[in-house]
């Protein structure tokens, strides 16, 4: 019998009997096809093949925190959905993509940095091609989470650190070769945005300082002139099934702040997880298959969008009386989800799907200036501290002690914050570690030179809130020092930043 590599100038000789030279031709044709089904062989073993696996880690704190730790929110008593590290990992033969989100209100720079050498040493998967976002679920803890000085604090930080680490691996062990897919769907109904102008009527709107402003965030439903800002109904989704069909992982982002309507003290990972369970339902995912498919929703650029339904005055009176439900909890939570998954669905139907894309990834970090306080806001809280005043703002972030702590020499001069983009295959991903203004999300859509955008926020970190300058300028909430807490024109920088590096990764072929 003929072996691979055999020469044919090797073979004997033939006798010269009846036969013989049709011997001799079956013999070359059987080396002949040999070698060319070796040669087929050796080509597709050189080819790449695109891999995806996913698997979740359960992160949720423990319930029974110490009573007699004061918290900045009232720990948690009971949990009504696990919250999890949903985890997914592309691989194109050559380079490795991560992409994380934990059922958390923020994920800090240090757990984010730290899980990632752990990925790093396990996986082999380096820093900047892993992203590891928050989806800013309010429900998800109290002291665990928030207090960052307390014993509590760092033991949960160390917890979660491991468990990030340990469902990137463990969707690593489970890569397979599969197919993927990306899509955009719109839900529009359910993304409002909470920053208003005022009718003259409703009088002056005071801000953290007693500077009197011209917006107002969450001002109630009577009294609105118009929002201050756009929203983003975007749905941006990527999907992964393995070459058999079964679902692997669908991801998406959506630019909504929460939903909430969650019971007191209790943990929940609101309407993102909902979303997750449901889009695996409609894909027809077995809830017994091995290994379990995994749904995941990141927030979009959402940092001054919400869940309550507004309207202008104006608005109002062209609407009529509108019948209003009243949501029992979890409720509309799951209404939100499903609508969502829905529409994802919807296009679903539709997509392309690709045997193999490239992937390809930039980090870059941006040293932004601190934000310090004005000489007008320090006289402020000077006022305050001594109780020569007392101020107007009922809000508890308009305190005293924040203006103070910001102007101390003590305080950092500039912060150092980590950005990144993705490319899988004509799918692009930009990551920010704020909450970002839906603007600021739009703009990075159409600035884009690769499309469809998805963009990620509270991603690698978490500091603060971002609007843009023109935001700043008209006041609210999310402009106060100390929720934010970079120079004014931080979004500019970052957004100019972004789109070169996006530019970057189009000049690369795909």
């Known amino acids: 019998m003929m072996t ?73 008593t009971h949990v009504h959905d696990e919250l999890h590290a949903r985890c997914l990992v592309l691989d194109d033969g050559q380079a490795k993509l991560a992409l994380v989100v934990v059922d958390l209100r923020h994920i800090s720079a240090e757990v984010a940095a730290n899980a990632k050498q752990i990925i790093e040493a396990t996986t ?31 033991d949960y930080s160390a917890f979660l650190t491991r468990r990030i680490a340990d469902g990137v691996l463990r969707a690593h062990n ?14 529009p109904t359910q993304v409002f945005n909470r920053r208003w102008f005022l009718m003259p009527d409703r009088g002056p709107v005071y801000g953290a300082h007693d500077n009197v402003e011209k917006v107002d965030t969450n001002p109630g439903y009577k009294g609105l002139l118009r929002p201050a800002g756009p929203v983003d109904p975007q749905i941006t989704f990527l999907s992964v099934k393995s070459t058999s069909g079964k679902p692997i992982s669908l991801m998406a982002s959506y630019g909504l702040h929460y939903v ?57 009176a062209k609407r009529g009386p509108q019948p209003k439900k009243k949501y029992q909890p979890f409720e509309k939570a799951r209404e939100v989800a499903h609508l969502c998954a829905d529409k994802v669905m919807d296009v679903h139907k539709t997509l392309k799907w690709h045997d193999h894309v490239k992937l390809t990834s930039l980090q870059r970090t941006l040293t932004f200036e601190r934000r310090y306080p004005t000489k007008e806001e320090v006289a402020w ?23 103070l702590a910001y102007a101390s020499p003590e305080m950092p001069p500039t912060i150092d914050v980590i950005v990144q983009t993705h490319r899988i295959g004509d799918l692009a991903v930009a990551t920010m570690p704020f909450e970002v203004f ?55 920088k970052m957004v100019d930043a972004l789109v070169e590096m996006l530019g970057e990764l189009n000049a690369v072929k795909p």
């Open 4 to 76: 691979p590599g055999s020469n044919i100038s090797q073979l004997p000789k033939a006798a010269n009997t009846p036969g013989t030279g049709a011997t001799r031709t079956r013999r070359l044709l059987l080396v002949a096809g040999l070698c060319l089904a070796f040669g087929s062989l050796a080509l597709a073993a050189a080819e790449p093949v695109f891999r995806a696996g996913a698997a979740t880690s359960d992160i949720t704190p423990s319930i029974s925190a110490d009573q007699k730790i004061r918290t900045s929110r009232p720990p948690a």
């Open 124 to 154: 082999g998967i380096p820093p900047q091609c892993v992203v590891i976002s928050a989806t800013h679920s309010h429900t998800t803890g109290g002291v665990k989470l928030d207090e960052e000085k307390s014993q509590a604090y760092y």
């Open 174 to 187: 489970q890569l397979e070769p599969a197919q993927i897919a990306w899509g955009v769907a719109e839900e």
């Open 260 to 316: 909430g309507g969650v019971t007191p003290n209790t943990i929940s990972a609101d309407y993102f997880a909902m979303f997750a369970d449901r889009v695996g339902e409609l894909l027809g995912a077995d809830r017994h298959q091995d290994p379990p498919f995994v749904g995941i929703m990141a927030n979009g650029t959402s940092g001054d969008v919400n869940n309550l339904e507004r309207y202008s005055d104006e608005e109002l």
């Open 381 to 403: 809280a000077e006022s305050v501290k001594a109780k020569r005043i007392k101020p107007m703002s009922t809000s508890r972030y308009s305190t005293y002690s924040t203006v």
């Open 438 to 492: 839906a603007e600021i999300g739009l703009e990075l859509k159409q600035r884009s030179p690769i499309r469809p955008l998805m963009n990620i926020s509270i991603a690698n970190g978490a500091h603060g809130y971002l609007p843009t300058p023109e935001q700043h300028k008209l006041g609210g909430y999310e402009t106060w020092i100390g929720v934010n807490k970079v120079q004014l024109d931080a979004s500019v």
